[in-house]
């Protein structure tokens, strides 16, 4: 996890989504780490479980586990609901969740597509609206988009996936010009090739990462927690005025 510290952190609320597994995991510990209280959405109960309960036995808060459907409009509003009744109003919130699975153009059908959009980018906007009553009762918040640079590399079978990731920054910069006069920041990371448990299981090969790296300026292989300093540093005060932004974390590609 980043060494660095953001004191403004310690006891806020922060909700992230997708937070049972993967790059979300990473940002669920790596605010707990700062003592923030931490809530986390995801679908797999297991991961999510066995993640609160690894953070709690090394000394730090213990994060609230509430089981959403992000396709599920209103089970995100009552997420959101639950979170801000454990730990006050939601100040910082990371849209993390997404499904990456590869899908040729021609098997695409409007049923797919539909759900696909439904995980990747419509949660985005209504994660932000049901937390922006909150922060601007409170004076501000953070809400941070994680996208990809897949939809900037050509990335094949994955169209729908990049369209939804294309859309995450669009989506950054209109909230941002919307929200911003109620103090409330909104950015978007976009992490290169990082290796989570998934991308091990289903597509890293020793040849395939030997090959981005090798087009990458940092000579090593991204892992999760090369992700979560940017995304605690957007959160805090330090950042206090760069919003619409969107932040390229991938180690330098070619």
Known sequence: M?????????GASVLITG????????????????????????IAEG?????????????????????????????LRAGV??????????TVLVNNAALDDRHAVADVTP?????????????HFFSAQAVAPGMKAVGGGSIINITSTSWLINHPDLSSYTAAKAGIVGLTKGLAGELGPDNIRVNAVAPGWVLTERQKALWVTEERVAAHVARQSIKRPMEVEDIVGTVLFLASD???MLSAQLLIVDGGYL
Not at 29 to 37: I, L
């Open 19 to 42: 937070g049972g597994s993967g790059i979300g995991a990473g940002f669920v510990e790596g605010f707990a780490r700062q003592g923030a209280r931490v809530a986390f959405f995801d």
């Open 2 to 10: 980043p060494s660095a510290r953001f004191p403004d952190l310690d």
């Open 111 to 123: 049923e797919y597509w539909d759900n696909n959009q439904n995980i990747n980018l419509r949660p």
């Open 47 to 75: 991961p999510s479980r066995e993640l609160c309960r690894k953070i709690e036995a090394e000394g730090f808060p213990a994060p609230l586990f509430v089981p959403v459907d992000l396709r599920d409009v209103e089970a």
């Open 238 to 240: 330090a950042s206090r």
């Open 81 to 90: 609901t639950r979170a801000a009744q454990a730990h006050g109003p939601i």
